[in-house]
């Protein structure tokens, strides 16, 4: 994977929010997709590998939680930033048991956003380093 | 005790409730030991009486025995003729006084009533007896002994008379008893200073004097009583005046023994007794009425407590809950704000990122659009932060044990008051203590009591003044303590204790619950703290909140 280009997975289920940031990234010539759900990202997940995922807590249906289990069940190295609306600790703490990397409250600042999906990419990249040499 | 008045009703049924319950017993007994003993008493009184009645008369019965039987004897052992010379008369009569001193004369009669021989003090020989009537029932039965009378002699006595039949001659021999002897003999039975004893023949008729109201051989006002067997002790109204009486008739003569007593005086300790019962049961029922009011009292008192302390703990407890559910409230409408924000915010974001690549730098409106663009930014962070705050704040609702900077933690809660008092031209100022050290407590309740108090002193300084904070730390007792003082009017004395009571305002009717600061003390006694208040009239309040400095590094 190349740590300044990562490819990154968006989950939300705003689709205003959803469209507007996978532009912007394209913009910036981040490999960056979209989906409205978990239950659409785990079908794309099946296809695809992503470094970094971005996903919203509360969604319907398959919640972010439960999101972001199957996503490590599935691909323990993609690295997962959590977004909330209501930054509740606990989900985020969480989350962080859960093995996500870190949680940003929406509504968020797209440079300390862009900022941490680097470092999440940047990580992925050491472990996946120290797996191979094992 | 204002209180209390509400408890009147509950008061008085408590002491009205066990003064019933415990007079009542009390009564019942001192009553009934009373009745109980009183009857014990007079049957023993009664008793006492009767056996004195019987006694004496008894003791009467045998001496008039004695006295027939040794006027018999002397009798059988004589013969007229013997007896007929006074001289050898005269040697009986002193053998007769040698037995008894009771003989006062004696005398020799003849069948046709003579008296033939006589010794004795008084001029009775050659009197003629034909015609008296114990001359006729000695004739008749054989002996008699006479009831008292005055005869020849003028005075009162009573005779025996023995009659002798010798071949076909009979003669008497009668003697004299004399009645002092005879009365002192009766007398015995009198006891105390009213007791009376005396006799009376079928007639009523007084034989012997007695103590009280009646002379010897007079009539008593008595009723007539009918001869009984026994001793019988009744209480009669005798004579005007309530007695208690023993009655017995005499076996050797028709005379009944009357022993009288005082009723009064024999009363008399029962008398004492009943005052003294009456007394010992007074003093206990107002022991118990005093008892009873105390303990009413003091079970009043307790149930205001305990209501006070329920109603504080609802009060707790409401608030508890009320915050609990503006905390998720506040929770859920951050969460909903955020969303549309975060929108709003990408799309701005676009907007700038295509703005910087478009070639309308040269446009005219370019300005416009971009500082357009930046407003919406700010202003959408400035939402942020509203909703930030807001979560923040719903965020500390469970009780925790966290390290708590007093200083960081005032700051932020003054940041939810800034703008009210920079409204209503209040200033706050801020003296912290540098590098307060950190202690383990609730943040989140802390916050609560600060807010409490500040608002209050917004509220009582109104407008135009100052609040100031300080922070510091006792070494010495190891305590934190923060005070917020401000320049509103003061709180008066007479309200100072009762500012920390629930449901106390000062404020308008539906203005403000009267929680706020009842909770705030509830709040850190429970974390191990103090509030105390302080007010120059006139010149402003200050609160002072003291904390337990805890040091635990492992939380």
Known sequence: MNP?????????????????????????????????????????????????????????GMDGIETLKEIKKRSPLTEVIMLTGHGSIKSGIKGMELGAFDYVIKPADFEELFEKVNQAAERKMLHEERVRKA | MEEIGGYKKLYRKIVITTLCFAMIPLLVVGFGMHMGFSGVYKARVVEDLRSMAENRRNAIDLFLEERLSQLTTLVYTQSFDQLKDEEHLN???????????????????????????????????????????????????????????????????????????????????????????????????????????????????LQTTPRFGGQLLSKVDYPVFEKFSGTVVEERDLGGEKALVGLAWLKNKEWLLVVKEGSLESMAPLLQTRYFAIELVAGGVLVMVIGSLLIARAMVR??????????????????????????????????????????????????????????????????????????????????????????????????????????????????????????????????????????VSDSSQLQQVFLNILNNAIDAVNKSGEITIKTGFTAGERELYASISDNGPGIPKELMGKIFDPFFSTKEYGMGTGLGLAISYSIIEKLGGRINVFSDAGKGATFTICLPLINDKTI
């Open chain 2, 91 to 205: 040697r009986v009569f002193t053998l007769l006084q040698m037995r008894s001193k009771s003989y006062m004369d004696v005398g020799i009669i003849d069948r046709d009533g003579n008296h033939v021989a006589y010794i004795g003090p008084y001029r009775l020989k050659g009197i003629n007896y034909s015609n008296e009537e114990w001359f006729h029932e000695t004739m008749l039965r054989g002996f008699c002994i006479s009831d008292v009378f005055t005869g020849f002699r003028n005075i009162p006595h009573f005779i025996i008379a023995i009659m002798k039949r010798e071949g076909d001659q009979s003669w008497i021999l009668r003697v004299t008893i004399d009645t002092d002897i005879f009365e002192g003999m009766v007398k015995a039975a009198q006891t105390g200073q009213k007791g009376d004893a005396f006799l009376v023949n079928r007639l009523n008729v």
């Open chain 2, 302 to 439: 307790q149930l205001v407590k305990t209501d006070r302390e329920k109603a504080l703990l609802d009060a707790g407890l409401m608030q508890s809950s009320k915050m609990a559910a503006l905390g998720k409230l506040a929770a859920g409408i951050a969460h909903e704000v955020n969303n549309p924000l975060a929108i709003i915010k990408e799309k701005v974001g676009w907007m700038h990122d295509l703005l910087s690549e478009e070639d309308i730098a040269k446009s005219e409106n370019f300005v416009e659009f971009d500082d357009a663009i930046q407003k919406i930014d700010y202003h959408v962070d400035r939402a942020k932060k509203v909703t930030h705050r807001l979560l923040g704040f719903a965020r500390r609702m469970e009780p925790i044990r966290e390290q708590v900077d007093l200083n960081r933690l005032i700051s932020e809660t003054l940041a939810f008051l800034e703008n009210e008092a920079h409204y209503r031209s209040i200033e706050i100022k801020t003296e912290f203590y540098d590098d307060l050290p950190t202690t």
């Open chain 1, 4 to 60: 300044a280009k990562p490819k990154l997975l968006i989950i939300d289920d705003e689709p205003d929010f959803l469209e507007t940031i996978v532009k912007r990234l394209l913009k910036r010539q981040i490999d960056a997709t979209g989906v409205d759900s978990g239950k659409e990202a785990l079908r794309v997940l099946q296809e695809q590998s992503f470094d970094v995922v971005i996903l919203d807590v509360r969604m319907p």
